[in-house]
């Protein structure tokens, strides 16, 4: 794949179903989808959006992101890239956009210690262990808790 082939953007609503099945495929439990903050009239400072990696206009990936009020990190909830474009930059080029376009100062990811390709992809990027959560799987799995800064300002 060649970089200039790979679009990432904000959702459009008709975006939402395809991250929840690839959500589905992976993980087998639902993709909590961004809410509808504008019309629910939420707060200010509650955004909840997903970014869409797209390559020769076919999906092949997504980050959801929310910022939730008085919390001084955007929290990453879900990200999946499908086969066959792994590897080759798409995990890397979302999260550089959600943390370059981040109206927070940190961002925070929640990672299975026994998944490896995240795990090196968040040290990678710059995230660091921030702390732990027992038992936050469905299976039982401790959460490592990630956080990196953004280029807030
Ligand atoms: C984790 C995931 C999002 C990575 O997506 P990707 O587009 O393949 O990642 P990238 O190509 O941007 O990789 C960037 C870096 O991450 C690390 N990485 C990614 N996949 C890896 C793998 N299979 N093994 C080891 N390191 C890996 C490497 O450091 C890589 O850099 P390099 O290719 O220069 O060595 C993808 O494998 C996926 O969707 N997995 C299933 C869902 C999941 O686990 N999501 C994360 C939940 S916390």
Redesign the pocket.
């Known amino acids: 794949m060649t970089p200039e082939r790979l679009i990432i953007r904000a959702h459009e609503p008709a975006d939402i179903a395809v991250a929840e099945a690839?959500h589905w495929a992976?993980?087998a439990e639902g993709l909590v989808p961004p809410a509808d903050i504008g019309q629910s009239g939420g707060h200010e400072d509650h955004r909840e959006y997903l970014l869409i990696?797209e390559i020769d206009s076919r999906i092949v990936?997504h980050a959801m992101l929310r910022d939730r009020p008085m919390r001084p990190w955007t929290s990453?909830d879900?990200?999946?890239?499908?086969e066959p474009?792994?590897?080759?930059?798409?995990?890397?080029?979302?999260?550089f956009q959600a943390i370059a376009s981040c109206h927070r100062p940190l961002m925070r990811?929640?990672?299975?210690p026994s998944?490896?390709?995240?795990n090196?992809?968040?040290?990678?990027?710059g995230f660091r262990k921030v702390g732990t959560r027992t038992g936050h799987y469905p299976d039982g799995e401790d959460a490592t808790i990630m956080m990196t800064r953004t280029f807030w300002r």
């Not at 998944?115 to 995240?118: P, Q």
Request: cysteine-free; proline content about 0%.
């Open positions: 690839f992976e993980f990696a990936g990453g879900s990200m999946v890239v499908v474009y792994r590897r080759s930059g798409v995990a890397r080029a979302l999260l990811i929640f990672v299975r998944n490896r390709s995240a090196r992809l968040y040290d990678d990027i």
